[in-house]
């Protein structure tokens, strides 16, 4: 069975119109086609400026907080040795992973929502893969040149100019991998301690594996992978176009206004002419970095970065057309009716996210930053001291969960008679820190009306910050006669 059908090919690297290479050249390929290296045009505009803008402040971010401490203590830091989480001033235990859960459904639901009303803007702007590969081409440009001059080093003969280009591009790509490979693992082992640790080798062997590894993703990913990676392997990619709808915000062309398409002079009178508004210069395919054609229609391979938008807008003023011919737009607008931007689709993810940060906001603001558990000792039932009265052993541990250290007052409820022999001190407890504090508890027997009697242990931070915590036990004692 044959695996080739004929179909029109569309080149992205070519400069002219793509009619002469399309509707008059029909060629035959193969179904399974091998990656066609895209040679991105550079260009400028508002899309590209706001997004030159996102993308150096998310970069700045992730390289400048994993140095930020408040109080000496990480801004973000994840602490898998101590089971420790540090965000923004707030430590987070493994009793916490709850919330932590729930600020990455929170993000979920955050993307749903604005993808439904602007489409792709999370692949276009802000997504890492885009950041970096961004980055690279933008090393890649400066190093080799245009996207023509890189086209022509590629095919040009091996020679002193070529290697030294070549080597210089990928020895600033392997340098930016390595400091992202480094920050990535400064933010689970202290940035500081790490870069000392890795260079006089005395760093724990998980750390290089993780460097390295990162290092080696960042290269492969952004360096050498780029569009492949949005196409064949972000599974976002796949099933975000069941979040679009008729009135969802996306990078179209209007083809109602562009067709027919087809070259002509400035000064010709497209009416005349018959023509639409799209010249057919192929700029918005050149520029595209995921090497489509807009014009084709919706294509899961858009990654909504608009750079098309930019170019278009520019052949637009140089043909004194308004601009606009690709623009964000709805499926609606194109066809004439009206847009919604509230709808029942945007009301419910909309109203979900609300939901989750509320209840977040809630959980957080009320937690309390102490934790008490109470272990009863096990050995022994229960014991008489010198007064008659009865003893049991329990070991308290207290869990500040604050940025602070605490000092902690232990009490008692529940037994009218019931004294504290051994652990009426304040307890001091470091910021972040569990501490186990063994305790006597006396009581008079006379008091017990059975064999276990509840017991309240409570404790109480000696500042004016009224934190505290109790649970409850049980008071072994003899059989009542
Ligand atoms: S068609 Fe290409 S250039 Fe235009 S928004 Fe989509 S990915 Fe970007
Ligand atoms: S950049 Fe604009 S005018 Fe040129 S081919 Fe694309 S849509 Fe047509």
């Known amino acids: 069975m044959s695996s ?29 086609a091998s990656r066609k290296k895209i040679y991105v045009r550079e260009i400028k505009g508002l899309f590209q400026r706001i997004r030159f803008f996102s993308l150096m402040a998310l970069m700045g971010m992730y390289f400048l907080f994993v140095w930020i401490t408040i109080d000496g203590e990480p ?8 089971r420790e ?9 493994p009793q916490d992973f709850f919330l932590l859960a ?16 602007f489409g792709r803007v999370w692949c276009g702007y802000t997504c890492p893969q885009t950041v970096w590969t961004f980055i690279f081409m933008w090393v890649e440009e400066r190093i080799e040149g245009s996207h023509t001059k890189r086209m022509r080093l590629d095919k040009a003969p091996n020679s002193p100019e070529k290697m030294i280009r070549k080597s210089a591009k990928h020895v600033s790509w392997l340098l930016i991998a390595f400091a992202t ?35 080696v993703a960042t290269y492969l990913n952004a360096g050498w992978m780029r569009e492949q990676v949005c196409l064949y392997m972000c599974p976002y990619a796949r099933f975000q176009s069941v979040m679009f709808d008729r009135n969802t915000r996306i990078v179209s062309y209007d083809p109602n206004r562009g067709e027919p398409r087809g ?12 023509l639409g508004d799209c010249i057919d210069c192929g700029l918005c395919v050149q520029v595209c970095p995921t090497g489509i054609d807009i014009r084709d229609g919706l294509q899961y391979e858009c990654i909504g970065c608009a750079l098309c938008i930019d170019a278009c807008d520019s052949v637009m003023d140089k043909m004194d057309y308004p601009r606009g011919l690709i623009r964000y737009t709805t499926e609606n607008e194109l066809e004439g009716r009206p847009s919604k931007l509230l709808r029942p689709r945007t009301f419910g993810y909309g109203a979900l996210l609300m939901l989750m940060i509320g209840a977040v906001v809630v959980t957080i603001a009320t937690r309390v930053p102490v934790e008490l558990d109470v272990i009863r000792d096990r050995g022994a039932l229960f014991s008489y001291n010198g007064n008659g009265w009865v003893e049991n052993t329990y070991t308290l541990k207290i869990n500040n969960m604050a940025e602070v250290p605490r000092e902690f007052r232990i009490g008692l409820e529940g037994i009218e008679t019931a004294r504290l022999l051994r652990g009426n001190e304040p307890v001091q407890v470091a910021a972040g820190d569990l501490r186990s504090v063994p305790v006597v508890v006396e009581v008079n027997p006379d008091d017990l ?33």
């Open 4 to 32: 080739q059908i004929p179909v029109q090919q569309i080149d992205p690297n070519t400069d002219g119109p793509s009619d002469k290479n399309n509707k008059k050249n029909p060629e035959t390929v193969e179904l399974y």
């Open 75 to 82: 801004l973000i830091h994840f602490d898998l040795p101590a």
């Open 449 to 481: 009306d059975d064999i276990n009697t509840s017991i309240t242990f409570r404790i109480e931070a000696t500042d004016d910050s009224g934190v505290s915590d109790e649970t409850d036990s049980r008071f072994v004692g003899p059989r009542p006669r």
């Open 85 to 93: 989480f540090h965000l923004y001033g707030m430590t987070f235990f």
């Open 102 to 117: 729930a600020m990455l459904i929170i993000c979920a639901f955050g993307l749903f929502f604005i993808t439904t009303l």
């Open 263 to 274: 070259s002509r002079k400035k000064s010709a009178d497209r009416k005349e002419l018959g």
């Open 181 to 215: 490979g480094v920050t990535f693992v400064g933010y689970f082992y202290p940035i500081r301690e790490l870069l000392a640790d890795l260079f006089t080798l005395g760093a724990n062997g998980w750390a290089y594996f993780w460097v390295g590894f990162f290092t």
